[in-house]
């Protein structure tokens, strides 16, 4: 597509359900990024894929958080038994592989109530 | 430990003047700093990148600077304008060899008519 589509913009989830968050890249691009963004805050790094593998996931925050990545292409963020301090905008960027992260989505504000 | 310090949370400034916006990294050696806009309930849009071996880097009204010396970049915005009103964040590859980015909690400048 023309530009990196997160979906959904807006989810609203009950304190412990499980939640999946979807990422388009740009196609071509090789790398692929997640970040957080809690309100009024700076981004936090979560994971990075390389094609389909992730050589980072150093930021993911605890095992209730996994990503995936398939086809070179579409990736899925999961949320387990989420906690109100997940709440925040989760971002999605993309972009050629070595030119550093480019090319951003627009995000996905999550509220857990 | 690593951290990027943005010079202020927020700035304010006549239509018409410079801005300047500092970025400033401790414990940190990278290859190339990049500078973003964010506006409110959007993600990141990526300006500029200036590597190590470069001192200025221009686009239209914005101008980069990058001492690693200092350690500091500073951005600049020409004959500011109220449109240029958002969030400007500094980000850089927290080692050698990463591809991915830290982020600085970034500066809402203001630009008043």
């Known amino acids: 597509g023309a530009g990196v589509s997160q979906s959904p913009s807006n989810k609203v989830t009950e304190k412990g359900k499980d939640v999946e968050l979807r990422c388009d890249p740009i196609s071509g691009h090789t790398a692929l990024y997640w970040y957080r963004q809690r309100l009024g805050q700076g981004l936090e790094f979560l994971i990075y894929?390389?094609?389909?593998?992730?050589?980072?996931k150093s930021g993911l925050p605890s095992d209730r958080f996994s990503a995936e990545r398939t086809g070179e292409s579409v990736s899925t963020l999961t949320i387990q038994r989420t906690q109100q301090e997940d709440s925040a905008v989760y971002l999605c960027?993309?972009?050629?592989?070595?030119?550093?992260?480019?090319?951003f989505g627009q995000g996905t504000r999550l509220t857990v109530v | 430990s690593q951290k990027i310090e943005q010079n202020s949370e927020a700035l304010n400034i006549q239509e018409g003047k410079t801005a300047t916006l500092t970025c400033n990294y401790t414990?940190?050696?990278?290859?190339?700093l990049q500078w973003y806009r964010q506006d409110p309930g959007r993600g990141p849009v990526f300006l500029l990148l200036i590597r190590e071996n470069e001192k200025e880097k221009r686009k239209e009204r914005l101008k980069v600077t990058f001492d690693t010396t200092l350690k500091q970049s500073l951005f600049h915005i020409t004959a500011s304008q109220p449109a240029d009103s958002a969030t400007y964040l500094c980000a850089l590859p927290p080692g050698a060899g990463s591809y991915q980015l830290t982020f600085g909690k970034g500066t809402k400048l203001s630009v008043i008519p």
């Open positions: 894929f390389q094609g389909n593998s992730a050589p980072d």
């Open positions: 960027a993309s972009s050629f592989l070595g030119a550093g992260v480019g090319f």
């Open positions: 414990n940190y050696s990278p290859a190339y």
